[in-house]
């Protein structure tokens, strides 16, 4: 299976290895960014998150825990545009970790058939969704590490206590980074005994009533720390229930199944190869599908399913949303496709070259990975090009006026990540406005600022005329 590690070690360089050398990256995951380098320089706390004097003095949008894991890279290695490409990059090193292992441990009766985990982590890294959202630094990458932490814990150790309050430890953590969309592994018991057919009731009814139990406990325990408290307080209060009643508007969908149609069509590239397979396995070759294939295949789908219906319940939704379903579908679709691909193994050999191929590959795509390192991609150099001129001409932790109609919330995370400025409506108290190239400064300005000449293509830098030196 060498082999499949390298198209695995390939693919996720092709697909995701781009994003995580450049500079750049989606308005969301350049705050959650900012936020933590923040964190690491004693600007806000673990339960007082700071992101910007103009926006977000204390931030509740979401729950802290990633971003203070994030913020140890930071304390680590300083500020530099990198570490949070190394943060991704390690979200996406433990999830296929976290694949390898729960593919083991559904598939340790079937010896033949562990060796194939590199598959499904492979239907994993083709999912859109993935290859978009870990090198853009979404919370649900981290939670779904925790996730898929606790589901591997009560595999492994089953209902031990010490699985148990592992699992709910792990719970607990995952809510604290992205909220109650993290909680979809309590379920775990009952979808183990619908896929393993446990004729027990009253055994997984115990099960899951102890791991609810642990996980109150330990969420409880939190709730008596008061800088916790308040923190949740206001999270569950401005985030949670308003996205419930609809009070949050900023990501609305059409229709509640939008994530259900959202997770369908990202997941085509495991679901159809799944429904070939299984045609040939069955109508080709006349044979039934193991009961560990099957077993995990239910298991694994129920359990993808489970991740995602919760959101249904808001109409706020966004494609991101779809990320901790994505392994559980592709385990799903994998253990459809690798009995087949297994039975023409056995009876194809393939020459030597044809294995090491995927090895030449996957060091070319690295070669033009150290090529990219450090560039600004097209869709930034609008923005970036001019803010690396910009912003050495303007101090840290200043505040700048900006006119402009739209993206406002964009250049505020760019220029906060890479300035440390904070970005917000003109005011004739603020010593720096940029202005859009094709605008031109409102009147009332024009008397008390001046431009400075730089070579920037889209926007230009004023100074207030106390501030401003003359330029050569």
Known sequence: ?????????????LLMGGRLVQHGMFIDGLTYVSIARNMAEGLGSFW????????????????????WLESLLFRLFGDHFWVERLYCALTVAGTIGL???????LFSTATDLRAWWPFAA??????????????GNMLECTMNLFCMGAVALLLARGTQYRALAGAGLLLLAALLCKGPGALYPLAFFFFYRLAFREKSARAWWHSSFLLLATSLFFFAALWMYAPARHFLEQYFSRQVLASLAGQRSE??????????????????????????AWGIYYWRYRLRFSAPVQSAAIFCFETGISAFLPIMLSVRQSAHYAVPSAPWIAMACAALI???????????????????LPAFATACILFWNVLQFGNIPSRFKRDLGDLFVIAPHIPPRAHVGIHMQENEYALMALYQRYGRHYLRTPESWQDYIIVARNHTLPADFQEKYIKKELKTSDWDLYLKAATATPTH
């Open 122 to 135: 492979i239907l994993w890294v083709l999912n859109e969704d993935v290859y978009l959202s870990y090198p």
């Open 99 to 105: 694949i390898r292992q729960i593919w083991q441990q």
């Open 338 to 356: 690798v009995p087949l691909l297994e039975l023409w193994r056995r009876k194809i050999r393939s020459p030597q070259w044809l294995k090491w």
């Open 251 to 276: 990501t609305p969908v059409d229709s509640r199944f939008f994530i259900a149609e959202r997770v369908f069509n990202t997941n085509l590239p495991g679901i159809i190869p799944a429904l070939v």
């Open 1 to 13: 299976m060498r082999s499949l590690v390298f198209i695995l070690i390939g693919l996720c360089l």
């Open 48 to 67: 007082k998150p700071f992101y910007s004097e103009a926006l977000y003095e204390q931030f509740y949008e979401h729950p802290p825990l990633a971003l």
